[in-house]
């Protein structure tokens, strides 16, 4: 899936952006992102902040895709926190269904990864709400352009004696070494986890 946002012919420069990384284990939640925006083959930003904390500081959050469009999603999750209190998946649930029935919300082009102590999901606006797969190491997620690299790298480390946070960053690296449109400017938030 392409996590970038503007003109939607294929002959014209899209936006391109970011890798964000979710790592539990340990008994802590880590969500790190890269700052890259790049639009065709230019960087246009490489700093930007697409990790955060919402909810009161209760819930951390990454998002890839358009910039604008998960403003208005972080926007539209922190209303939900606020009508659901400590109920992250529901909040994440009544979300997605509106992002995939709303006719503005459903061309917004971003997807988010959140956590806080309880849960860690991914929400996408096809209306998913989805879990990462655990083991017995801990579990990782990751979206955006260099996800899959980062991911494939969050599963490898996850069994090695690394703690969340190193294991989130490593992977950001790698996939900043594969992904042009990664880079190693990194955003961390944690949280204990139950």
Partial sequence: MHNGAGPQDAGQDRWHATTIVLVRKGGRTVIVGDGQVSLGQTIIKGNAKKVRRLGKGGVIAGFAGATADAFALFERLEAKLEQYPSQLLRACV???????????????????????????????????????????DGSAMAIGSGGNYALAAARALLPMD??????????????????????????IEAIESK
């Fill in 94 to 136: 009544e979300l997605a269904k509106e992002w995939r029935t709303d006719r503005y919300l459903r061309r917004l082009e971003a997807m988010m990864l959140v956590a806080d102590p309880d849960a860690a999901l991914v929400l996408t606006g096809t209306g998913d709400v989805l879990e990462p797969e655990a083991s017995a």
């Fill in 162 to 187: 690394l703690d969340a946070e190193a294991i989130a960053r490593r992977s950001l690296e790698i996939a900043a070494d594969i992904c042009v449109y990664t880079n190693r400017n990194v955003v």
